[in-house]
């Protein structure tokens, strides 16, 4: 059975809409519920998604070799 | 305060000129830098303006996390930037694409008449913009000298902002024609001026966090208290609805890629096609840190007791009511770097675009102008001063209209546009 390179599919762009329609639809819930949740945790809620995407987005320029060719 | 900020000031600017001419000189060590993936990088953060360095706080305050839909666009634009970014070098290196204006008419077999129409309507729409730029520089002077002296002192610090930026974009920008258009010098200031703006938010969120208050975790104790209690933390309170959201988020991501002084340094500007894969995750790194601290200071402002009123000044009242000189004048450096580079970037692409798509054809129709085909370059240098003195007399009439009339309706559209547009 042929296995699926992760970082490589990191690069197909459905997995990009996804990831992005992912990030629209968990920030459009944070930002609207501001009101009811506590500062420190909207704050760390925010850094943490938006460290979680800069990681993707390393993984995706290392597997982006191809891209170039 | 006049004087240190003055001389301080000037300092800076010639740093920046010593910069962008070692930038210029073929066998600088500054030069391969300029050339390379780190610097073209931190050009790019060109998008975070005056908008972004003293109206975050402003939109913060008012509107909560809407904020983060400005930066959040461009971070979602990275994850298929590469895809998009190399199809554009594909067709900037076939046609020599120079410019927005250029790109959008090669697809309409390079229709002249599509690219004055490009470079009306972004000449037109940017006009405002930079004269905004330019009110923020003057306006930060103002606040850091507690608005003490009269008009005359600070109509002149515009001007002489305006003057060095116009000598800069013409020195650095427009001396010589290249048909590539690539500004090494002017590339390597905007990355030093991206730092030295990163660097003075993240002094001033640290200052506030850890030297007003006892770390993240007291300032935030407090802040839920004041919002439990009052009225304090109003913008955090209501609710964003999710179709602004939704439409700052576009807009932005589209803004990122596609304004004329964004398009000119990612696209023009760039030497090689393998830089994006450092800026595709270096960006939104930059674009993270300079944003982390937006709910800090907002909160420790308010929790201060500075005027909601005043939320636009809060990055330059801070330090200048709790710290010392050095950072105050550190924060005012940023807030000018970020007016600089939007400025001359802007400055650059929509001159290059007036001379290629308005001036050379109306040169080329009318025979009795064929011999100005020789002075394209004194042209455009023309061009840049009038550029700036349009958006000078944009900034005056608006003044003008607002001292005259004190309307109401303009000054709250005014005090919203950063919070609208503050890219």
């Known amino acids: ?69 | 305060m006049i004087s240190y900020l003055f001389f301080g000031l000037v300092g800076y600017l010639l740093l920046l000129l010593a910069i962008a001419v070692m930038g210029e000189r073929e066998q600088s060590w500054l030069r391969r830098i300029a050339q390379g993936p780190w610097v073209y990088t931190l050009s790019l953060a060109v998008y975070c303006t005056s908008w972004t360095f003293f109206g975050i706080v402003g939109s913060a305050t008012r509107a909560g996390t809407l904020y983060l839909a400005i930066y959040w666009g461009p971070m979602l634009g990275m994850l298929f930037g590469t895809v998009l970014l190399n199809r554009i070098f594909a067709i900037k290196r076939a046609y020599h694409i120079t410019s927005i204006a250029d790109f959008i008419s090669t697809r309409y077999y390079r229709s002249s008449t599509i690219a004055a129409m490009v470079t009306i309507f972004t000449s037109i729409g940017v006009a405002p913009y930079i004269a905004l730029q330019l009110k923020a520089i003057s306006n930060s002077f103002k606040v850091l000298n507690d608005n003490s002296h009269d008009g005359v002192v600070f109509w002149a610090v515009e001007e002489f902002s305006a003057l060095f930026l116009i000598v800069f974009t013409i020195l650095f920008g427009l001396r010589r024609l290249d048909i590539s258009e690539h500004h090494p010098g002017v590339i390597l200031a905007m990355a030093f001026e991206g730092l030295i703006k990163l660097l003075a938010f993240i002094a001033l969120g640290l200052f506030i966090s850890y030297g007003l208050f006892d770390g993240l975790g007291d300032l935030f104790g407090q802040a839920e208290s004041a919002r439990q209690s009052g009225e304090l933390l109003h913008g955090f309170n209501n609710s964003v609805p999710v179709s602004t959201w939704l439409c700052y988020l576009f807009l932005s991501m589209n803004a990122f890629f596609f304004l004329p002084r964004q398009f000119q340094v990612m696209v023009v500007e760039n030497t090689d096609p393998e830089h994006v894969r450092t800026a595709q995750w270096a960006l939104p790194t930059y674009l993270f840190l300079i944003i982390l601290f937006v709910i800090p200071v907002t909160l420790g402002a308010l929790l201060l007791g500075l005027p909601s009123e005043s939320a636009d000044s809060f990055v330059l009242l801070l330090p200048q009511q709790y710290a010392s000189p050095w950072l105050t004048f550190f924060v005012y450096v940023g807030g000018f770097s970020a007016s600089m580079g939007m400025v001359v970037m802007s400055t650059i692409a929509i001159s290059v675009m007036m001379s290629n798509h308005l001036i050379l054809p109306i040169i080329e129709k009318l025979p009795s102008l064929s011999r100005l085909r020789r002075h394209l370059l004194p042209l455009r240098w023309w061009l840049a001063l009038c550029v700036l003195a349009i958006c000078l007399i944009v900034l005056s009439a608006t003044v003008s209209f607002l001292l005259a009339w004190g309307c109401y309706r303009l000054r709250r559209c005014c005090s919203l546009l950063p919070q609208r547009l503050a890219v």
């Open chain 1, 1 to 69: 059975m042929k296995g699926v390179n992760l970082f490589a599919s990191l690069k197909n762009i459905e997995i990009k809409v996804g990831l992005a329609l992912i990030n629209i639809i968990i920030m459009s819930y944070l930002v609207y519920h501001q009101a009811s949740v506590p500062l420190s945790e909207l704050f760390y809620k925010i850094i943490l998604i938006w460290i979680i995407n800069l990681v993707l987005l390393r993984l995706m320029s290392k597997s982006l070799v191809s891209d170039y060719d």
